[in-house]
């Protein structure tokens, strides 16, 4: 399946998740593709603790790797109510380092001026990441 093919489902199933999870105001969604060409998705956990609540895709990537599959790409998509427009989210540092995890190539969802829907390969986002810092063979154990 092509690149872009795999960006507009994942578009497409983070769209419909938060339409029927979120009717009504605020909604997010996250969405995996793996090698394996399955989709995965998450919503945040709701919680009065704001030191509780995981990023929207947490969950998509936890189940990823539940079943050992190496994650391809990642989105999250917001909007702020049923009438706003959808956005897609950067992954925060934190999410950055959880991809890291299969390797600087995955393809993320970036937030652009125009909206358009573009994704790029982690290491564009980590041009300096701390890992430079060490020779490939040290890090293979790390990365899935």
Sequence with gaps: MRNHDIEQEMYRQAVALIE???PTGWGGAGV???ASDHYYTSVSID???A???LCIETGAMLEA???NEKVTHCLCLIRDDEHAPFRVLSPCGICQERLRYWGEDVQVAVTTPDTQLTFVELKELQPYHWT???PTEELEHWEG
Excluded: G, L
Aim: proline content about 0%; aromatic content about 16%.
């Design 32 to 34: 995996v593709h793996t």
């Design 65 to 67: 790797h539940k079943y």
């Design 20 to 22: 029927r999870r979120y």
């Design 132 to 134: 430079k810092a060490y």
């Design 47 to 49: 919680t009065a603790n």
């Design 51 to 53: 030191s509780a609540i």
